[in-house]
Structures are given as structure tokens and as C-alpha cells.
């Protein structure tokens, strides 16, 4: 799906969106006057609901209409531009990089949680459906469960 970028006017706190329904992270951003990630961190807290599309965050038109006039009072009216940015110290540097590194590794480790997890409940399965084949074949002796159930 191929969204073309609609055209926007900031003017005095009122925001007009046309053209498409949804709105890219970047679209919204500029809508909103935030940075693109202060957008996913609203999507993450519930504040705003995007659908993903191959990797890519989407957002409906009217959800945002909607936000942008609710939050009106509790931003700028319109984002002014400047002239330039502030030097960015090594520690700025090194937090992101921590920051990423950290969303990565909580990433990682999920991901292999859940592949342990799976592990787990698969061999629990094995190990029952084996004591369940080795009651059938040896109906005289005990399983090692129930001897130690005596």
C-alpha cells in the first residue's frame, strides 16, 4: 500500500489534513508539532491506536483530527522553525546508543523467552506421551511417578 503524503496547513493551533485516510509517523509528527518518536511512544502508551504495514506505523486521518484538537491548549500552536540545533554532547550520543541497545536486547530476550517457553511446554508433552507408551507396553512396572507416589 503506497500512502502519498497529504497536504497540510498549520494555522493558528487549527490543523487541516487532506487527501488520504491514514498518515505515516512522520506525517502525523508534523500534524502534531513532535518529534516522530514522541509519536510512537504515544502509540506504545495507548494514546494513539496505529496499525503496522510491513514495519511501518499507519494512522487514521480522523484519530488524529481528533487528538490534535483535543491536545490544541496543551502544545504550540503551530512549530517554529529554527535556525539550528544545539551541540549534541558525548552523552547524548551514549545515551542513545544505551537506549537502543536496550530496546534491542529486551527484544531479544523476550523473543528468546517465548522460544524457551515453547521448548518447555513441547518436551512436557513428550515426556507424558512416552510415560503414556510406556504404560502400555510394560503394564506390570511402575513408572518412576508412581513409585514415588508410595
Known amino acids: 500500500m503506497v500512502t502519498t503524503r497529504p497536504p497540510l496547513s498549520h494555522t493558528k493551533g487549527t490543523v487541516n489534513i487532506m487527501a488520504s485516510s491514514e498518515l505515516t509517523t512522520a506525517q502525523v509528527a508534523e500534524i502534531l508539532g513532535i518529534a516522530p518518536r514522541a509519536v510512537r511512544r504515544l502509540q506504545e502508551r495507548g ?26 491548549d496543551k502544545r504550540p500552536a503551530t512549530p517554529t522553525k529554527h535556525w539550528g540545533t544545539a551541540p549534541k554532547s558525548e552523552n547524548d550520543d551514549f545515551q542513545i546508543l544505551m537506549n537502543t541497545i536496550s530496546a534491542q536486547q529486551q527484544a531479544l530476550l523476550k523473543h528468546q523467552l517465548q522460544i524457551i517457553e515453547e521448548t518447555e511446554k513441547m518436551l512436557h508433552q513428550q515426556i507424558l506421551a512416552y510415560g503414556d507408551l510406556l504404560s502400555h507396553l510394560l503394564p506390570d512396572h511402575q513408572t518412576t511417578a508412581e513409585k514415588t507416589e508410595e
Do not use: D, P, V
Not at 51 to 64: A, T
Open 47 to 72: 494514546e494513539l491506536h496505529g496499525r503496522k504495514n510491513k514495519g511501518l506505523l499507519y494512522f487514521s486521518k480522523e484519530q488524529i483530527e481528533a487528538y490534535a484538537k483535543m491536545t490544541q
